[in-house]
């Protein structure tokens, strides 16, 4: 696997793209690169480990050796105290279309970066069969 290779699902970046077109442009400029350097698969090609929009995850702040749990949603279902965390936000920006064991550097918006390790996609819809999400 090529570590610096993301996965999106068509879907996603559709959904992705249109509420970024909504937004400032400028402050979203890391997720739109990202967007652009994804593969785009098909629904039935997403692999088990994979994370897309809703995902459950456990990834690894690799800094601070501190594991997280957290679900990536949209903006409109974002509740942090939930663990629902928005693409939109730097953390979901970051973890979006990576892969267990896929590691990433990503600037955070204190100027710091982070490294962040996908250990578990605890759930993924397109694996549950549920194409809606």
């Keep these: 696997m090529n570590d610096d290779i993301i996965l999106m699902t068509e879907k996603d970046l559709l959904r992705i793209k249109h509420v970024l077109s909504f937004q400032n442009s400028q402050e979203y400029e890391n997720l739109d690169i990202e967007l652009d350097r994804a593969k785009i698969?098909?629904?039935?090609?997403?692999?088990?480990?994979?994370?897309?929009?809703?995902?459950?995850?456990?990834?690894?702040?690799?800094?601070?050796?501190?594991?997280?749990?957290?679900?990536?949603v949209y903006p409109s279902d974002a509740n942090f105290s939930e663990g629902k965390i928005s693409v939109l936000a730097s953390l979901g920006s970051a973890l979006i279309g990576l892969r267990v064991n896929?590691?990433?550097?990503?600037?955070?918006?204190?100027?710091k970066t982070k490294s962040l390790k996908i250990l578990e996609v605890l759930y993924q819809p397109e694996a549950d069969g549920k194409w809606h999400l």
């Design 102 to 111: 896929q590691q990433i550097n990503w600037m955070f918006p204190d100027g």
């Design 41 to 72: 698969i098909s629904d039935n090609e997403v692999p088990p480990d994979l994370v897309t929009m809703n995902s459950k995850i456990k990834f690894l702040n690799v800094q601070d050796n501190k594991e997280m749990v957290i679900t990536l």
